[in-house]
């Protein structure tokens, strides 16, 4: 940016990360502000928002700030977008919010790991187009595997089995993000859209939710203790070392739209299915019908 008195104004880089008090999150907001970008780590507990903003600032480095919203919650998501929005442009949003539930949950009557793995990112990212300036990274996960790759309705057939519906979830997510960089790239937007496999790590979620047999298929849980071993072993790494692919897909300006960077920080070809028409389409609905970019109230109101 030039100024009245023809001096260069550098401007400082602005980065949203959710879910950021703890676990990967913190580690991209801490990765984050050593690269330059005043951070803003969004979270639930104002207590770990005042403590992940303290340690982040012990960084020298930009200060970060922190913005409580409950991203369960889709009239939050809808909020928190709103004062983001208000503030002018954003260079980097990390969707990094993610959630298992080992039981059936249901959030305003919509299955809770579809909304928080997946509505509740596309709905923020929907909500902050206008200001996003440079680079969306949506945090995914290597479960898309397990998915049960049907996607007519938010629930698929079949029993609840909390790691598959995670899988199914975060494919949804995968699906929308690739679509969403093929059709800002054929918009000329210039924004980059990624998305990033932290691997697996050793944090709250992993020590919370994928502890008990029942998150997995029946057929998997005649095998239980060999899966808990896998999945013990999967999710052995620490949380800054989990943070590796987000950080990459944030800050390498080399990376493609489109690109997806695996656990090892390098660009994977994302499953096949994420990529299927069909699947695209039905997800593209979903999210439409489920997460509407305007409150029916505010329409009546409008
Ligand atoms: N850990 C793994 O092995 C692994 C593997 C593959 C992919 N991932 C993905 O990586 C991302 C981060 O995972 P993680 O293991 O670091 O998760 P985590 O341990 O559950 O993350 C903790 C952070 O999430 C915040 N959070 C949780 N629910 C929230 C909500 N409803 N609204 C706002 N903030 C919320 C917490 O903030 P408050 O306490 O302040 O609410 C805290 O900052 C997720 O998308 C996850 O699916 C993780």
Redesign the pocket.
Known sequence: MESLSGLKVVMTPKAVV???????????ALGLTRAGYAVT?????????AQ?VEKINAEAGEPARFL??????LD?VRALAATIAAEGELDLLV??????YPDHTELDGVEATFV??HL??YLLTELLLPVITRRIVN?????VIVAKKTFDTVEPPGGYYGFHW?GRA?LANLTYTLDLAQRLRARGSGITVLAA??????????????RTPQIVSPALRLFWPLVLRTFQR??S?P?AL??QP?LRAATDDTLPTGTVIG?HSTPVTPTKTATDPRTVHAVRALSEKHAPLHRVTDEVSN
Do not use: F
Request: without cysteine; charged residues 15%.
């Open positions: 959710t879910a950021a008090t703890g676990g990967i999150g913190l580690h991209t780590v969004v979270g639930r507990n104002p207590e770990r928002g992940a409580q919203a409950d991203l369960a919650s939050q969707n990094n919010v993610g959630a298992m928080v793995n509740s990112p945090v995914t996960s290597s479960a995670y975060k496999d932290p691997g697996g790590a050793d944090t709250d979620m992993t020590d919370g939710s994928s999967a999710t790494r949380a989990a943070a987000s656990r």
